[in-house]
């Protein structure tokens, strides 16, 4: 079949737009990796969470953080708050994996989500003493960390908040003598007006 002339000259008749994207032409915005947190509300019932993590895994997805307990006794729901990293096409096609789930009730993308609030729980165990004990005592007090115990050579330090203010204080307490760290991962919710449908 001889080509139609009239699309070489008539320049009003556009190109076609079926051939594959290609990684030039991509925005830096879609090229660079993002982190994400996603905050899915799903059936409280045996072999969620193997499937959840199945999911990532076969798809060569990254988990960074995990959390999962269940919210709503009576309505046998679990939150399930998971941090992973990707480019914007990765995130989206997590989510939509995530929304396919047949357990899945809710799945929300608390990054891009502007009355989002993250917050970690870290417990730090640091030994201190003569200088560095005293250095520990004064960040843990501009950090606003809580000494939960404390002996003549260590102290055990509380803190909350987003996880760079953690990853922070735990850079500074490393020269100081950090001894044992335990963090929650990250936690999530919505701040503003409740809707009515509640507690997921």
Request: hydrophobic share 40%; net charge negative; charged share 25%.
């Amino acid at each position: 079949m001889k080509d139609d002339p009239k699309l070489a000259t008539n320049p009003t008749i556009p190109a076609s737009t079926d051939q594959p994207g290609s990684a030039y032409f991509m925005s830096p915005a879609e090229v660079a990796i993002q982190r994400a947190t996603f905050a899915v509300v799903v059936d409280n019932e045996p072999g969620v969470l193997h499937r959840v993590v199945g999911l990532f895994a076969a798809r060569g997805y990254n988990i960074e953080s995990l959390t999962v307990a269940e919210t709503d006794r009576h309505a046998h729901t679990s939150r399930i708050t998971i941090v992973t990293s990707g480019t914007h096409e990765i995130l989206d096609q997590i989510r939509a994996q995530l929304e396919k789930m047949v357990s899945a009730r809710e799945v929300h993308d608390v990054t891009r989500d502007p009355l989002g609030v993250e917050r970690e729980l870290a417990l730090v165990r640091v030994r201190g003493a003569g200088p560095e004990r005293a250095e520990a005592l004064r960040l843990a007090d501009i950090f606003r960390a809580k000494v939960i115990d404390t002996t003549h050579d260590s102290f055990v330090f509380e803190l909350t908040g987003v996880p760079s203010k953690i990853d922070k204080f735990i850079d500074l307490m490393r020269p100081l003598g950090l001894g044992e760290l335990s963090r929650t991962g990250v936690l999530s919710i919505s701040r503003g007006r409740l809707e009515a449908n509640g507690a997921g």
